[in-house]
């Protein structure tokens, strides 16, 4: 098994907790991997608050919460199932894995989008979907590089930024 250690693309530190405010400190580094059409192990950067000493790990914009495939292709599987004529996502994920995607995403990103809504302070009063809701939100905070996932920024942001938390 050979670690990647990402020297590329990564999230920005955030400078203060998003619990308390407090500073944050690097506290190591951990394994995760991500699957695309093969198992890729990355090293990446945990973070400690010094007040309430909450650890928090920073994904890299290729990964997201609680997801062992990459960002980019269940964006792809969700982008499909709002649009029929988007390309389809050739993940290699099972079909049950695929089912549970888009079952569990819609309200997820609907979550997801009031989050960041709340931090631009931009509410969409047109009925879109939940994923575009989520990307004109995104828009007025960060524009991400057009090669990463914008759900993953996303999380990003609602995880370091946002009072809620996203299960």
């Excluded at 995607?101 to 989050?115: G, I, M, N």
Aim: proline share 8%.
């Amino acid at each position: 098994m050979s670690i990647i250690s990402p020297t590329a693309s990564k999230f920005p530190i955030p400078s203060a907790c998003y619990s308390c405010g407090g500073k944050l400190h690097k506290h190591g580094q951990r394994r995760r991997h991500v699957r695309t059409r093969k198992k890729v192990w990355y090293q990446v950067q945990r973070l400690r608050c010094c007040l309430c000493r909450e650890t928090r790990t920073l994904l890299l914009p290729n990964m997201l919460p609680r997801k062992h495939y990459s960002a980019s292709e269940i964006e792809q599987v969700l982008r499909k199932q709002e649009d029929p004529s988007a390309p389809a996502c050739e993940c290699g994920a099972e079909e049950s894995t695929l089912r549970r995607w888009r079952r569990e995403f819609p309200e997820k990103l609907s979550s997801l989008a009031v989050c960041l809504e709340s931090l631009t302070n931009a509410w969409e009063t047109r009925l879109i979907s939940p994923l575009q809701r989520v990307y004109n939100a995104l828009n007025l905070l960060v524009r991400p590089p057009p090669d990463q996932s914008r759900l993953a920024w996303a999380y990003f942001f609602v995880g370091w930024f946002h009072p809620v938390r996203l299960g």
